[in-house]
């Protein structure tokens, strides 16, 4: 089943969103400062390119540099991903096969404003790992 969604989710929204956080770690990549951001944006660009089969989880290591991390992603990139979330998941509600893959989008949202200090993880990994 989760081949399945997924497979439905790259058709419908995952690979526009990939795109759009491939542009935006391209461009925060082009300053030696914005490297992190751009690696945080290619990652979470796979994540939201086939979502289904993994979640994030909080690092318990996750400091202070994170939360300014955080704030300085929010401003940089965060924003208009989060919108393009958004828009993508009121587009797929407006239909009944896509409302679960919108719920999935909506989803995304938090991870995508604030990713640095979680990490994605396969769900059928034990808890002990994480």
């Known amino acids: 089943m989760k081949t399945l969604l997924n497979v439905v ?15 935006a770690g391209a461009l925060l990549c082009v300053t030696i ?12 660009g796979v994540y939201a390119l086939w979502p289904f089969g993994y979640t994030t989880v909080e690092r318990r ?6 939360c300014v991390g955080n704030v300085l992603w929010l401003l ?9 979330h958004i828009t993508t998941g009121i587009v797929l509600c407006v239909t009944v096969i896509g409302i679960p ?9 938090p991870i995508s404003l604030f990713p640095l200090g979680r990490d994605i993880v396969r769900t059928d990994q034990p ?3 994480r």
């Open 33 to 44: 400062i914005g490297i992190p951001f751009g690696v945080a944006a290619f990652r979470i």
């Open 101 to 109: 893959l919108g719920i999935a989008n909506f989803k995304l949202i």
């Open 76 to 84: 940089l990139a965060g924003w208009w991903l989060a919108l393009g």
């Open 61 to 66: 290591d996750a400091g202070a540099p994170s």
């Open 9 to 23: 989710w790259l058709v419908l929204s995952g690979f526009w969103l990939f795109l759009a956080y491939l542009a």
């Open 127 to 129: 808890f002990a790992a």
